[in-house]
């Protein structure tokens, strides 16, 4: 056959393609996430082309600006009626702009900010040949203990490019628990999780841990992923769309005209509950229920403490309302599916954190532990299944963030030679050395073990009353003997610090910048605020409470 009979075939068999409709993006309702990416790209830049010298000011500067921005977008979209009223679909269907998504974000956003300054935090460590230093490697591509290494810390180098990650981060937490398809979800996920794996590998003391850390978290996080992408797949085989609406059309059976190519295999139950129980793995392993727990905490330990802060808040938020949009926007119809499944893992999760944490003796190998038992708490809500399920969750994500950063913020001050000192021995007899180091400690576990008059209890009680409203009323027994057998461990190490005597060589208590102290100071008040008087929040999460599909 000659050339051009073949050319001849293959031009006229093309069909004609029609035009391609340009797409339509709501810049304003995309807000938030855009000043964040922008920042994000920026932040890029000025480690590229601003001399090492004014690198540091200028990223904290940008950072902090570029939250607060992103914040107030939040809340111009809130005031606007995009969180009730005028709650829609954005960006051609990937994005949903409601209660849940602005409500989360908003949080998101809060506990980044008062995150982002324990990353600029550089008085706690002794000047490091006349250089102040901060919780972060000198250089991050450098061996640990080599000759590069050392060169490094002498010239007075600081790792400023965790700024640009955390951006970048915060702005797929962002995107993660308003996807509204499951590409999306993906990607978003993949834009937060890669930055984190970063993050925990850049510690200046322990390196070698922190390394360590990072890549445990890498390689299990890459196996969530997978799952996750593997979910997503068979769940298109059997929507023929990734779109949640269209999902839950199909589980619902109300879907119109479909593709002959697709008629085969949609509405195959199979491929549903394979497909939702992978996705819904991917998302379990990010709040950290067991048994996907098992990275939790060798990564807290290991990762530098500013970024265990961040990570133990904004992930749990993130995820957390990624699955609700999941299970309440996509899967109502399945409800009868998921709940044994979920009501199992929330029982192991909640007894097994509870359970494991009075083994450790490493401050923040229980305080991961601890995470742990909450995030079978928060599961009791989702489990729930009802509106009051959705915005008891919310006001605990909202209480819990901050009292987990103030928490993490408090470890980094108590230090001995070597860094922090993270063993709980140290914190023998704290209370005599540093009263108020100590009782701001105490008022972080009281929380952590819901004792009344603090957020930790309204949160809870919240939780379990619509727990209970669900028809989960066996598991509010179990979660109030977990909440016991935690108030165990948290009242156990008040006791270590208050009536147990100080050693002489015990560690010393840091006197932090303002930063710190502002991190800390916001995490106690919002924790005695939302425990004194938390109806104004619970209004708030309530209205916030309803999903656009």
Request: charged fraction near 10%.
């Amino acid at each position: 056959m000659s050339t051009t009979a073949v050319h001849s075939l293959w031009t006229t068999a093309a069909e004609p393609i029609g035009k391609i409709p340009s797409p339509e993006i709501e810049y304003g309702q995309l807000a938030p996430v855009l000043i964040v990416v922008g920042a994000a790209i920026v932040s890029v830049l000025v480690e590229a082309f601003v001399p090492r010298k004014g690198r540091y000011h200028t990223q904290v500067f940008l950072t902090v600006v570029a939250l607060a921005a992103s914040f107030a977008a939040v809340v111009g979209l809130a005031a606007a009626g995009h969180g009730t009223t005028k709650a829609g679909i954005a960006a051609m269907g990937a994005i949903a702009v409601d209660g849940p998504a602005l409500f989360l974000q908003g949080t998101i956003l809060l506990a980044s900010v008062v995150a982002v300054f324990t990353f600029a935090e550089r008085r706690l460590d002794p000047a490091d040949h006349g250089h102040k230093v901060d919780s972060f490697a000198a250089e991050a591509a450098a061996v640990p203990g080599s000759e590069q290494e050392q060169a490094a810390v002498k010239a007075g180098f600081t790792t400023t490019e965790v700024f640009p990650l955390v951006l970048f981060a915060i702005a797929g937490m962002l995107v993660f628990p308003a996807a509204n398809d499951l590409l999306t979800l993906f990607v978003a996920l993949e834009v937060f999780s890669l930055p984190l794996y970063l993050l925990c590998a850049v510690a200046r003391r322990k390196r070698l841990m922190s390394q360590e850390a990072a890549v445990k978290y890498f390689l299990l996080g890459a196996f969530s992923s997978a799952f996750l992408l593997f979910g997503i797949a068979l769940l298109y085989g059997y929507a023929g769309s990734v779109s949640y609406a269209t999902i839950a059309s199909v589980v619902d059976g109300s879907v119109g005209s479909v593709a002959p190519a697709l008629a085969d295999t949609m509405g195959n139950d199979a491929l549903l509950l394979i497909g939702f129980a992978m996705v819904l793995m991917g998302l379990l392993f990010k709040v950290g229920a067991v048994p996907f727990h098992m990275w939790t905490p060798d990564v807290y330990q290991g990762a530098p403490t500013p970024v265990t802060g961040f990570m133990a808040a904004a992930t749990k938020v993130a995820a957390f309302g990624a699955m609700l949009r999941l299970l309440y926007v996509v899967l109502p119809g399945l409800t009868w599916d998921w709940r044994p499944v979920m009501w199992a893992v929330a029982i192991v999760t909640m007894l097994g954190g509870a359970i494991v944490a009075i083994t450790q003796t490493d401050i923040k190998r229980l305080l991961a532990y601890s995470s742990i038992a909450h995030a079978g708490f928060i599961l009791a809500g989702v489990i729930a299944a009802t509106p009051s399920g959705v915005s008891s969750v919310l006001f605990y994500l909202l209480s819990y963030s901050f009292v987990t950063i103030g928490a993490f913020a408090v470890v980094t001050l108590v230090r001995d030679a070597g860094g922090e000192a993270t063993h709980l021995s140290k914190w023998a007899g704290l209370g005599r050395r540093s009263p108020l180091v100590a009782a701001v400690f105490a008022v972080f576990l009281l929380a952590f073990a819901g004792i009344p008059l603090t957020s930790g209890f309204s949160g809870k009680f919240a939780v379990f009353t619509a727990a209970a409203e669900g028809g989960a009323g066996a598991l509010v027994v179990v979660g109030v003997v977990s909440s016991a057998i935690a108030a165990f461990f948290y009242i156990r190490v008040i006791v270590l610090m208050f009536f147990s005597e100080p050693k002489s060589d015990g560690p010393t208590v840091a006197v932090p910048s303002p930063l710190t102290m502002a991190t800390i100071g916001v995490g106690v008040a919002v924790t005695l605020v939302l425990g004194v008087a938390p109806q104004y929040f619970l209004d708030l999460a309530g209205q916030a409470g309803v999903f656009v599909r």
